[in-house]
C-alpha cells in the first residue's frame, strides 16, 4: 500500500472518529436526563461567575460568601427531605408549617426548663409525628398526597399559633448562638450540619435497601409492590424523614433568629419546591437527587444574594428566582 493511501485511510478514520464524538455529544446535548444532572451545576457556576464580575468587591468576599452558606443551609436540609417524598411521586407542602410548629414546640420546652439538646429533641419529635400523620393518611388512606399536606399545612400552622397564643418567644441560649456564628476554615457550623444530612441522605438514598425500595416506588409502584416492596410503609417512611428534617431545622433557625415564631415561612415550602426541581429530581417519582438540590438551594441563595449586593430590589428577586425556576422546568424533562 502506497504512503498516499496509507494517510488517506488514517485520515478517513481520524474524521470517523471525530463525527463519532460529535455525534455523541449531539445526542447528550439533546438528552433531557443529562441537562437534568448538569444544568443546576452550570447556573450555579454562571450565578457566581456573573455577580463576582459585577461586584468582585461585595458579592466575593469571605464575609458575604460565608452569609451565602449560613442562608443556604437550612433551606439544603428542608430540601433533602423533600426529594425523599418527590422521589416517591409525592410532594409535601406542610415542610413550612412543620418548621414552625416544631419551633413553637422548641419554645415551650425551652420556657419550661429543658435543656436545649432536649428541646431540639422535642421539637425533630414534633415535626415527625406530623409527618407520620401525612404519611399515614396518605398511603392508608390513599388520599391525595397534595390535598392532605395542604390540609396539614394549615393545621400545623393553627396548631403553632394556638400553642404559642400568636407570639413569639424569644431563646436566649449561648451554645445556640454559637452554633449560629460559629465556623471553622470560615465555612459555618450550620453548612457543616447541612452538608452532613446531605451525605447521609445520598448514602441512604443510593447505597441502601431503603433508597432502592424508595426509587423502585415512585418509579414503578405495581412493579414494586410484586417484588414484596411495602408501599405503604415507603410512603410514611418518606414524609416522616420530611417532618423530622423541618423539625430539626427548626432548631437551626431559632439558632439564627433568637426566637420561636409561630409564623410560617412560606419562602422555605418554595425553595425546597424550587431546589427538587432545579436539582433534577423526577417530578413524577423514580429518579432522584441528593446532591443536585443541595446545589440548587446554593444558587438559589446566590442568586438572592447577588441580586441584593448590586440594589436589586427584593420583589424584583422574587421574579427572577421564578422565572429561573419556570425556564429550568422548561429545559429539563420531568417525567421518565
Known sequence: MSNGNIRSTASAKAEAVGQTRLTRIKEKIKDPFFWSDWLVVVAFIAVVAFFGALAPESFLTLYNLNNI?????????????????????????????????????????????WPIWECALFSTIAGLLVGLVNGFIIAKRKINDFIVTLGMLSVASGAALVLSNGRPRQIISAPLATLAIGEVANV?????????????????????????????????????????????????AVYAISGALAGFAAMLTISRIGAAEP???????????????????????????????????????????????IGVAAYYQYLSIGIVVILSAALVRTDK
Open 69 to 113: 452558606l449560613v442562608a443556604a443551609s437550612i433551606p439544603a436540609i428542608i430540601a433533602v427531605g423533600q426529594t425523599f417524598t418527590v422521589a416517591t411521586a409525592g410532594i409535601d407542602l406542610s415542610v413550612s408549617s412543620t418548621m414552625t410548629f416544631g419551633a413553637v414546640i422548641f419554645g415551650l420546652a425551652f420556657t419550661n426548663g
Open 188 to 236: 459555618p457550623y450550620l453548612m457543616f450540619i447541612a452538608l452532613a444530612i446531605v451525605l447521609i441522605a445520598h448514602f441512604t438514598l443510593f447505597n441502601t435497601r431503603f433508597g432502592t425500595h424508595v426509587l423502585a416506588t415512585g418509579g414503578d409502584p405495581e412493579a414494586a409492590r410484586a417484588m414484596g416492596i411495602s408501599i405503604v410503609k415507603i410512603k410514611i
Open 263 to 309: 409564623a410560617a415561612n412560606t419562602a422555605i415550602l418554595l425553595n425546597s419546591v424550587a431546589a427538587v426541581v432545579l436539582g433534577g429530581v423526577s417530578l413524577f417519582g423514580g429518579r432522584g437527587t441528593i446532591l443536585g438540590p443541595f446545589v440548587a438551594t446554593l444558587l438559589l441563595q446566590s442568586l438572592t444574594n447577588g441580586l441584593t449586593v
